[in-house]
């Protein structure tokens, strides 16, 4: 009989429990349960309302149970944040979201003190404010009393394990995206976390995927009438999941992670972590199996969830993702283009104003329909793509034959196909589920229930849950990526 996991797979939109088992040579996922992920404003900061989600993980379980059971449970999430426990066991407080302002100017502070050449180069990750680094030194320069008095820090996957099996450990796929793990070392950064005034005393033992934080806490089982079935780590940082359920089987392949952030990159076996890698704003954070993702950050989806949220709301449009790519397909291309990582789209606001002002001060043409708006996005996206495939390409040596789109924005055939066009080789779309396959692979290979990565990326392979976009026409691209590399690439 085949093993069966109980799968977490928290975004920053949603989350979903999904069973998953190997059945008929491919992989079975059945979703039990999805909820939102909403934030919550609290004491002035915007936090992640960690009561709801762990009261929605419960009655996931509880529907795990009652579909047949489970036989492990593994979670993953988004980087960065974090929860603090304190002496008594007991978080602190809510996590905070990696989009609320109070890191601002905490960049600039650390590296007045520290260069951020020697971040990258111990840590492989880009200097970002959302980065847990800069969350850390917010606390201890404003806020004292409540860093001092954690006892462990625990990133959101170790956080909910945390919950179920009442064992500290830290992840270390997820622990790279602190900036605070010493790549070379693979290990915690004790030189800089002591530099920075961050107590020791908080950073928790580290596990690998497929390692155990524990079983299910008693009470817990027997609230569920269940066995204290065994809580294992996979690589749960979403993006070293979904990595692992690329279908390929190719040495070096070029990935494009696409949710609501956006993650295009390559694996590698060690860190790049070279002059050139840090101009062009690449990361290394930590895959399965000892590997390094090197990728760049860009903003995704975002940018049409966003713009789809103010016509919504503010204009009661009721406009589906669906209607908005139809009037992108029938705008005019090539007109306008944006920076999609620029900082003016950073926060929740009027999406189509800031793409309108954006244009304005670039001295574009400025799209004022919804359909020559969201062209603007389409097609800046893709030639962000094609620049990105051309920069890791040059950089890595590695000749990539097509790209591997991968996560929830993979439905979108018109991202899709623009991807295609713009970076002139085919786009392999599917899984659309590959996080949480991922996910499940983990712990599926720590169960025995697939021998390694390999067999799991030759199972997807086969299991018909990709589509090919040819390229069409790509030199209609070649000058717009030219206006579009002027724009972006200063």
């Not at 000892?290 to 503010?314: D, H, P, V």
């Not at 009721?318 to 283009?337: H, I, K, N, Q, T």
Request: aromatic residues 8%.
């Amino acid at each position: 009989m085949s093993k069966t996991v109980l799968v977490f797979d928290f975004g920053a939109s949603s989350a979903r429990a999904m069973l998953c088992r190997v059945k008929d040579g491919g992989f079975e996922l059945e979703e039990i349960h999805r909820f939102p992920n909403v934030p919550v404003t609290e004491n002035g900061h915007l936090r992640w309302d960690i009561d709801e989600l762990w009261e929605q993980m419960k009655i996931a379980i509880s529907f795990g149970v009652f579909n047949g059971g489970f036989d492990a449970i593994s979670v993953d999430t988004w980087g960065v944040d974090f929860g603090l426990i304190g002496q008594d066991g007991n978080l602190l407080e809510k996590p905070v979201h990696y989009r609320d302002s109070r890191t601002e100017g905490m960049v600039e502070e650390v590296c007045s003190r520290i260069p951020e050449e020697k971040l990258f180069k111990q840590s492989g990750i880009q200097s970002m404010n959302i980065n847990t680094l800069f969350q850390l030194h917010y606390l201890v320069k404003h806020e004292k009393n409540t860093i001092f008095r954690a006892e462990k820090m625990l990133m959101m996957p170790d956080l909910f394990a945390y919950f179920l099996t009442g064992e500290c450990r830290s992840e270390f796929t997820e622990a790279t995206t602190t900036q605070l793990i010493d790549q070379k070392a693979r290990g915690w950064n004790l030189q800089l976390i002591e530099a920075l005034g961050i107590p020791k005393r908080i950073f928790a033992p580290l596990i690998q995927p497929g390692e155990r934080y524990g079983n299910l806490k008693q009470e817990l089982a027997e609230e569920f009438r269940m066995e204290p079935v065994p809580v294992y780590a996979c690589a749960s940082h979403d993006t070293a999941s979904a990595v692992m359920a690329v279908p390929t089987e190719e040495e070096h392949f070029a990935f494009l992670s696409c949710g609501t952030w956006t993650l295009f990159g390559t694996e590698l076996r060690r860190p790049l972590v070279s002059e050139q890698a840090l101009k062009m704003g690449l990361t290394n954070e930590a895959g399965s199996s000892g590997t390094t993702t090197l990728l760049k950050n860009i903003m995704g989806l975002w940018l049409i969830q966003e713009t789809r949220r103010w016509y919504n709301s503010a204009q009661c449009s009721g406009y589906s993702f669906a209607d908005l790519e139809a009037m992108a397909r029938e705008s005019e291309p090539f007109v306008s283009f944006i920076d999609p990582n620029a900082p003016d789209f950073a926060a929740p606001d009027d999406m189509p104003l800031k793409i309108q002002e954006f244009c304005r001060r670039t001295a574009q043409p400025v799209p004022e329909t919804p359909g020559q708006i969201m062209r603007c996005i389409y097609q800046s996206l893709a030639c962000e793509f094609a620049l990105t495939l051309g920069e890791i390409s040059e950089l890595t040596g590695h000749t990539f034959r097509e790209i591997n789109m991968i996560g929830g924005g993979t439905k979108d055939k018109l991202l899709c196909q623009l991807t295609a066009d713009a970076a002139g080789i085919p786009a392999v779309a599917g899984p659309t589920e590959a996080t949480a396959l991922g996910n499940a692979i983990s712990t599926l290979i720590a169960l025995g229930e697939i021998s390694d990565i390999s067999s799991a990326r030759r199972m997807i392979i086969n299991s018909g849950l990709t589509q090919e976009f040819q390229p069409q026409e790509h030199e209609k691209w070649l000058q717009p990526l030219e206006r579009y590399r002027k724009l972006t690439r200063k």
